[in-house]
């Protein structure tokens, strides 16, 4: 009687960078578009990190105009998002890009030259339109890089092909936050050659586009090209499809967990419109603002190779909830009250505990979206999950500089600065910053609770409880 050997599994963590190989099958377009990627979003993340400082310090708005003029910005972005894939389609991926480039070149260099000439007529309204005139352009690049990433990756290498762009993607946001201190502190240069580093990735990934995108047609690996469908499927047009959703009562479930969960995903807003700010004005006027945005991106890009082996143990509804609820009690670490050094330790703790709770519930969302959606409406579930998030971003970033002004108020000329008064024991918890964030903690943390509480509710009919093997 032969004893049956087990073989030892492979290790989840090297089968995830092993995976990767199969991209030796893509062509030289899939790499122009991760060139793009990274650099773009390196620039993308240092305007995002620095923007409401670069209004108040360059440009004299108070607190509260600069979060309006971020207000306009970010929502424009996202109203952007559902026209801008039409027009990359009618482009084509090689001239949608060379048309993002050329745009923000422009608007860029606007911002760039009123922020740099104190003379300038019109300075400041010129300068708000051009940050605000970039958001279409923002949103294209991002339905470009899902189409490119898609056209120039087989079926087989697909899932390693988005993979690298989503790290690519976060190392970009690492290094923006980088640049921004490298910018601020190490050169002693104004905020504005922060975004003068845009001009110049700009003009690259344009040359880019020119040079190595030279085929837009799909990639199909060996065997690939026979398996597509000889005939698409019968389709209804939107309004169709728009009625027949509204009638189901999947998705009005689906609505609710997305509105319960939009505390959460604020947090992530919080981080540049709010904590910039702050750090300045409690940490001090040195404090590492860039470097502090940086280390969630890297703590992302650690901690999904980190916990690759775990994520397969639970189901899905259990990880977007309970990471959800991690991430809300990340705010509750700035709750308690610091200033200065301590301030700093907090901060470190509270982007700590975002990131833990954020490696497993993000991905997650969209897992819960396609799973929760009927077969064949993934896209508009997808699609109409941003619509209460739209909603969410114009009460917080309208909100932001009134949050500031009550609880991290800017210092005026011959007043005391918080930082000193926070010093001296002047200032009561209920009027100081740990206030504001504990209110914030507070708001955030009764979604993620309703949610778990009502896990039945928000998972029935969902494919993957067929399949889940661990609660």
């Not at 990767?20 to 060139?35: D, G, H, K, P």
């Not at 597509?228 to 009638?247: C, D, G, H, S, W």
């Not at 509270?350 to 519930?361: N, P, Q, S």
């Amino acid at each position: 009687m032969s004893t049956a050997v087990t073989e030892p599994k492979p290790d989840p963590i090297v089968e995830y960078f092993r995976g990767f190989a199969v991209l030796r099958e893509t062509r030289m377009e899939y790499w122009a578009i991760q060139l793009i990627n990274f650099l773009d979003h390196t620039a993308y993340f240092a305007l995002y990190g620095i923007v409401v400082v670069l209004l108040s310090d360059d440009f004299g708005l108070s607190d509260v105009h600069a979060g309006y003029v971020f207000t306009a910005f970010t929502l424009t972005v996202t109203a952007s998002l559902w026209v801008s894939g039409f027009f990359t389609d009618w482009l084509g991926i090689r001239k949608a890009i060379i048309l993002a480039m050329v745009a923000s070149l422009g608007l860029r260099a606007l911002v760039v030259w009123a922020a740099l000439t104190p003379a300038l007529s019109y300075r400041v309204p010129l300068a708000c339109a051009a940050i605000i005139g970039m958001a279409p352009f923002m949103a294209m690049t991002a339905t470009i890089f899902q189409a490119a990433n898609r056209r120039f990756t087989t079926g087989k290498s697909r899932g390693a092909g988005f993979n690298l762009w989503y790290l690519f993607m976060n190392v970009g946001a690492f290094c923006g936050g980088v640049l921004i201190d490298l910018v601020r502190r190490d050169l002693g240069l104004p905020n504005a050659y922060i975004l003068a580093f845009g001009l110049g990735s700009a003009v690259v990934c344009t040359l880019a586009a020119i040079v190595l995108i030279r085929r837009e047609d799909q990639l199909y690996g060996e065997g690939e090209a026979a398996a597509e469908p000889a005939k698409a499927a019968e389709k209804r047009n939107p309004l169709q499809i728009a009625m027949a959703v509204a009638q189901e009562p999947v998705f009005w479930r689906f609505l609710v967990l997305i509105t319960l969960l939009l505390g959460v995903r604020a947090v992530f807003l919080y981080l540049h419109l709010l904590c910039p700010k702050y750090w300045l004005r409690v940490i001090g006027p040195d404090a590492p603002i860039g470097w502090l945005q940086a280390v969630n991106p890297l703590l992302v890009v650690i901690g999904l190779m980190l916990v690759i082996p775990v994520l397969t143990r639970f189901s899905v509804y259990s990880m977007l909830t309970y990471g959800a609820l991690v991430s809300s009690l990340s705010l509750f670490v700035l709750a308690i009250p610091g200033h200065g050094q301590d301030a700093l330790w907090l901060s470190y703790g509270f982007l700590l505990v975002l990131t833990i709770g954020e490696i497993v519930w993000s991905p997650r969302l969209t897992e819960y979206t396609a799973a929760i959606a009927p077969k064949g409406q993934e896209g508009t579930y997808l699609g109409l999950s941003m619509v209460p998030w739209f909603g969410a971003k114009t009460i917080v970033a309208a909100a932001s500089g009134h949050l500031l002004n009550r609880w991290v108020p800017q210092t005026e000329e011959g007043q005391t600065p918080l930082l000193e008064r926070l010093a001296a024991g002047e200032v009561a918890y209920w009027d100081s910053p740990a206030a504001m964030w504990l209110v914030l903690g507070v708001i955030t943390l009764v979604g993620p609770l309703i949610a778990i509480a009502l896990r039945g509710f928000f998972t029935k009919g969902a494919h993957f409880e067929k399949h889940a093997n661990a609660h």
